[in-house]
């Protein structure tokens, strides 16, 4: 069951578990959660094909992509407009900063889910003046049409659903481009297109003025490099900023982990047994949203102040081993591998779920993120990994207020002379946890 070097079931988004499948190794089901009743394990003559030996080019030699199906480009259009309208912050960027072009001259090389929201983001980052290159962090969650609408579009993008572990590698080779370009800026979910560069293109570093990651494996490994004395650029850590922890991480995945689990599976999940591996931002999402529906939720930790805030949320914390034999679901929440190992999967019921709540939902954070860098004068980043700005996570949170309907209130003067703060913010010092 490992499917990519050093890594379990952490790309996998759903399994229906069968004790006869997982015997055999075969024919197991994979279902996406970022798309309505897609099975990713079908066996059809366009599935099985890559699209590699018809790697294709526009008239400019920075235009080539490699998609499944170009003629796909219409529905994918069509499920970007869907989702611009579940995005609000990024097309307010749009319009403000449009006209300035504040990413004007940037190359973006970029490594990401490849979905209508993400599709959203790389189309922004266009907007504003950059030239993009896109590949695909999981081998599973690329919707096909989105990534032909991106290529009709003008973005050199290479990613489809399915590609095997070659088919992923050599899309990020092809995605730097070092053949051709020379990026300056790299957004990362994992940190594979960076390490990929360290370790293939290394000379791509002396002009790459910083990178933007948003995972939390990503994020550790380049804590690790920056520990090692190995980080040569700066790095802005996106996925601590309080939006992506609260935004995405807690409120998004409240809701996605239950309209993918509904639209994968129609099970009833009153009385079922879920194990949630992980009490973080995501972990609580999840365990919230179940024990909503009645379901009897159990939650592992590594952290004793994680497993202090599950047990006071009235969760049980056991060890995977304790009910792993017991449990209807299995969701893993901890951006780490071998959550779920061989022993634990031979253990599980037949008809035992298991999934893995991945990184789907991108917003603004990562654009400003790059702003940032790409504008930031030479020597306010040194090589290290920094955290977004508290400056720039609240205009992150205004720009949704909108969508809302929501209206600020204003601090007069006196308050915020009572308070030693600015009438326009941080409002919150960076200590602060929300």
């Known amino acids: 069951m490992q499917l990519a070097k050093g890594k379990w079931l952490l790309n996998i988004d759903v399994i229906i578990h069968t004790h006869h499948l997982l015997r055999t190794n075969a024919n197991l089901l ?38 499944k199906n170009i003629q796909q480009a219409d529905f994918g259009r069509r499920e970007i407009c869907v989702a611009e309208r579940e995005m609000p912050a990024l097309m307010v960027l749009r319009k403000k900063a449009g006209g300035e072009k504040p990413l004007a001259g940037a190359k973006v090389v970029g490594c990401t889910h490849v979905t209508a929201q993400t599709a959203v983001l790389v189309e922004t980052l266009s907007a504003l003046g950059a030239q993009c290159r896109w590949a695909a962090c999981n081998i599973f969650s690329t919707q096909n049409a989105v990534a032909a609408a991106l290529a009709k579009g003008g973005i050199s993008v290479f990613a489809w659903r399915g590609e095997s572990e070659d088919d992923f590698w050599w899309c990020i080779d092809r995605c730097v481009g070092a053949d051709i370009w020379q990026p300056d800026l790299i957004l990362d979910d994992g940190g594979d297109l960076t390490h990929w560069i360290y370790r293939k293109y290394p000379n ?50 409240k809701e996605s982990i239950l309209d993918g689990l509904k639209r994968t599976t129609d099970v009833m999940f009153g009385g079922k047994r879920v194990l949630v591996c992980g009490y973080g931002e995501v972990g609580k999402g999840c365990s919230a949203a179940l024990k909503a ?39 893993t929440c901890t951006g780490n591998k071998h959550v779920v190992g061989r022993q634990h999967l031979d253990a599980m019921k037949n ?48 720009l949704h207020l909108p969508a809302f309907g929501a209206h600020l209130s204003e601090l007069t003067d006196e308050q915020t002379k009572y308070l030693g703060i600015s009438k326009h913010g941080p409002f919150k010092p960076n200590y602060y946890r929300y």
């Open 30 to 67: 994979f279902v996406d959660f970022t798309v309505p009743r897609r099975v990713v394990g079908s066996t059809s003559s366009e599935d099985e094909t890559t699209p590699r030996n018809k790697a294709e080019k526009t008239s400019e030699a920075a235009l080539e992509f490699c998609v």
């Open 351 to 398: 008809g035992c779920i298991v999934c893995n709540m991945g990184h789907a939902n991108t917003e603004i954070d990562l654009a400003l993120a790059l702003i940032e860098l790409h504008n930031a004068p030479e020597g306010r980043y040194q090589q290290d990994v920094y955290l977004l700005p508290k400056k720039m996570d609240e205009y992150v949170a205004g």
């Open 293 to 331: 529906l009645g379901a009897v939720v159990y939650v592992t930790e590594v952290d004793p102040i994680c497993a202090l805030q599950a047990c006071m949320d009235g969760f049980r914390v056991v060890q995977t081993g304790e009910v792993v034999r017991l449990v209807d679901v299995v969701i």
């Open 204 to 253: 791509l570093f002396k002009k790459i003025r910083g990178i933007v990651e948003e995972s939390v494996t990503g994020v550790y490994r380049l804590y690790q490099l920056a520990k090692a004395g190995n980080l040569c650029v700066p790095a802005i850590n996106v996925n601590d900023s309080v939006i992506k922890q609260k935004f995405d991480n807690l409120y998004c995945c």
